[in-house]
Structures are given as C-alpha cells and as structure tokens.
C-alpha cells in the first residue's frame, strides 16, 4: 500500500475506480431503468352466465394487452386461494347478475352493470398499480364499446320506426303539425343518456393492503443486510488469529462462536424491528413475528457469509457489498416486470429476495414466519454452518 501511495501510480486509481463503479452500479440500476412489464398474471372470473357476460370476457381474453396474462378461475372462492398464494397481482371479475343489469339499461328503472377489479396489493405494490391501472383501462374501453353497441342498436329500433311512420307523416302534408315527429324522435330517453353513455361501473377491491407498511420490506432490507455482514466479519476476527492450547478449547471456542451468531441474530432482530416502530412509526399486526423473521434471516445470512470467509478469506466480504447494490432494485419489482436475462440469471437466486418475499408474507398474508421462504433461509442457514463446522474440524489448530 506504502509503495502504490507513493508511486505516479496512484493518479490512475480515481479513473479506474470509476469505470469499475459507473459499471457496478449502471448494472444494478438496469432492472428499474429497463423496467418492461410483460405477462403479469390477472385472474377472470366469469360468474354471470348471460351472454353479456360471455361477451365482455371473450372480448377480454381476445384483447388484452401483452402487459397482462388472463386465467379463468371457476369460482371466487379459487381465486381467492391464487390469490393467498400469490399467483395473481389482480383480477377482474364478472358478477352473477351482469347481463340482467345491463338488460334493464332500456327499461323504466335501469341499475348498472359493474365488475368488479381486484387488487392483490399485498403481493406487489409496484405490479399492482400496474395491474389496476390496465384493468381500469380495459374496462373503461368494453364500457366504451358496449355504449356503442347499446346506442346503436336503439338508432336502428328508432330508425325502424321513423320508416314506419313516414307514409303516414307523408299523407298529413308538410304543414301539417305532425309532420316534424319525424325529427323529434329521439334514440334514448334524456333521462337514460348517462346509463347509456357510461352502461359499466367498475368497484375496485384491495385484498392483502400493504397500507402504511408498504415500505418495511425495503427499510428493513438494509439494515437486515448491513447487521449480518458486520455480524459475520466480527465473528471471523474474534477467531482468526486466535492461539489454543488444545484441539478441545478450539472446539469449544467455535461452539461459542456459533451459538453467539444465534444470540446476534436474535437481539439484531428485536432491535431493528423495534427501531421500525420508534423511529418510521410502522405499526405491525404481529411484533414478534416480524421480529423472529428478521432474527431468522439474519441468522441465515451470518453463517452464509461467515462459511464464505472461512474458506475464501476477508477479501470475499466484497461480494456481498456488490451483492446489496444489485438486489435492492430488483427485489423491489415482480419477475415479470424485470427483463429475462435478469430475472433468469441474477433474481432468482439472490439470498435477499427471498428475505423481502418472506417479509411479505408475514407483514400481509398472516403468514408463519417459516413460510416458504423461511424455509429457504433455513436451508441457507445449514448449509453456511455445515461449511462453517466443516472448516473447524479440518483446521489445524494454532498452538501459541
């Protein structure tokens, strides 16, 4: 180090860093700034057998945008089940009684039609604003086509009858006071213009709402992260050069030294989730079962970088620094909103996704902390300690 401070050297390490850096962080920022939603899962359910009904939801699935995909779910209740488990970031769905309101749209006492458009807020915020606004969109242009459509058919009713009238009018002569009925004859009653401009209502529905925690994951992302590195780089310092007198006090020192990894993470996880009430005021249905998911990742990601420099060594912790920088844009966005190649190769296998989905199942589907994701971290955990346990056994011991 002495001799690069020294030396002309040391002039090219700001232009070197910055072409390494602009690179690290322009490719952390790709998944946002090339942001392209495609084939965002959307449930149909068709609940109204009419032929309005049938209608509106083959005009659906013939002309839905690519940023959508439809599945028909055969009942309420099993979209409910997609939507517990997250297969759907929305839905639409056509109520029993659709076409016979809209039936009576030309009747004496007309009531709308409405559909119903569903949010699974919980699953992701930024795909289900997406998702709400093309669903808002969608129905707001069949509103459009069924005006149409309704108008004229009336014209054409309307245009019957004036034809039916006109030898009669003809005969009256021109002036005669009925003569111009003709051209007073309207297409819809005034007091049905509105109903028919607008024969569509839609109710928006926000299942799983994220409401003021709609930022947790993502705050106690970084925190999470940073604790378990700080954590694991203090537990490979406390025995890197330490000395032993026996293979017994070697391995009773590693024992300690795991066991405190739990202690760690367990205080990391109260701690943090305690500070996320004090300080940004979030307000959790469950305390301790936010805090317990927190400890639990942490924990997993203490032995996964712990394993890692036991074997590699303390250079490796640049790993899961460049680690961060790339999963904090992506871990906010779905897959199907990230392009191929990153959602492929890089999200699908980031340790902090599964932490930030885990989160979301505790924070806003009642889920237990050992979820899916949970499980996950499990894993990450046993396996970093086996690596971990591993390296005690095969180390020798270091003798004063």
Known sequence: ???????????IMPIISIIILGLIFMLANFPTVKMSPENLPIGLVVADEGEEGATLAQALLANAPEIVKFTKYDSIDALTIAMDEREAYGALVIPANFSSKVGTLQNETPEKATVQIIVNEGA???????????????????????????????????????????????????NSPLAQIGAMISPIQPSKVQDFANPIQSEIIKVHEVGSLASAP???LTVTWFSS?????????????????????????????????FVYALVAGYVTTWYSTWILELDYADFNRVA???????????????????????PSIIIYVLLLFFSIAAVQ????????????????????????????????????????YGLVLVWILVVGLVLVWIKNLVEKVKTA
């Open 124 to 174: 992701n915020t930024t795909a289900a604003t997406v998702v709400q606004t093309a669903l808002t969109t969608m129905v707001s242009t069949l509103n459009t086509n069924l005006s149409t459509q309704m108008l004229t058919e009336v014209q054409s009713k309307t245009d019957e009858i004036k034809n039916n009238l006109a030898p009669v009018l003809q005969a009256q002569g021109e």
């Open 229 to 261: 590195l700080i954590g694991a780089v203090m537990l490979y310092l406390s025995g890197n050069k330490r000395t032993f007198t026996s293979k017994g006090k070697k391995l009773k020192f590693n024992t300690i030294q795991s066991v405190m990894a």
């Open 333 to 372: 966005l779905a897959p199907e909103m990230i392009p191929s190649f990153y959602r492929d190769y890089i999200v699908s296998w980031l340790p902090l996704r599964f932490f930030v989905e885990g989160l979301k199942d505790v924070l806003f589907f009642s889920k237990e902390v050992f979820n899916s």
């Open 218 to 220: 993502l705050a106690l």
């Open 292 to 314: 317990l998911f927190v400890a639990l990742a942490v924990s997993a990601f203490i032995f996964m970088i712990f394993a890692t420099l036991r074997w590699l060594k303390l």
């Open 1 to 11: 180090m002495e001799k690069l401070v020294n030396s002309n050297r040391i002039f």
